[in-house]
């Protein structure tokens, strides 16, 4: 079974996603994410960050980080299907 996590939008509402990958490029970590609810919907991409009590916060990323983020996400997705 995959790995699921619950997340709140502004309005409170629980939005439970599926942990699709996690992966890294250049020493820092990504997750994959697709909401559980609804497999049409795009798959998110956040950066992994540990706060100070050393727990891991899921973080939004700038168009730049995004699309390199983006390109190795698509390669190993493209491993995984050979």
Do not use: C, W
């Not at 727990?55 to 390669?75: C, H, N, P, R």
């Amino acid at each position: 079974m995959k790995e699921k996590h619950l997340f709140y939008d502004e309005l409170g509402n629980a939005i439970e996603f599926i942990v699709k990958a996690k992966f890294s490029l250049d020493e820092t970590d990504y997750v994959a994410l697709l909401q559980a609810d609804d497999i049409e919907s795009p798959t998110f991409l956040l950066r992994i960050e540990l706060d100070d009590n050393g727990e891991e916060i899921l973080v939004g990323i700038d168009d730049d980080e995004l699309k390199e983020a983006e390109e190795t996400y698509e390669e190993l997705l493209k491993e995984n299907l050979q």
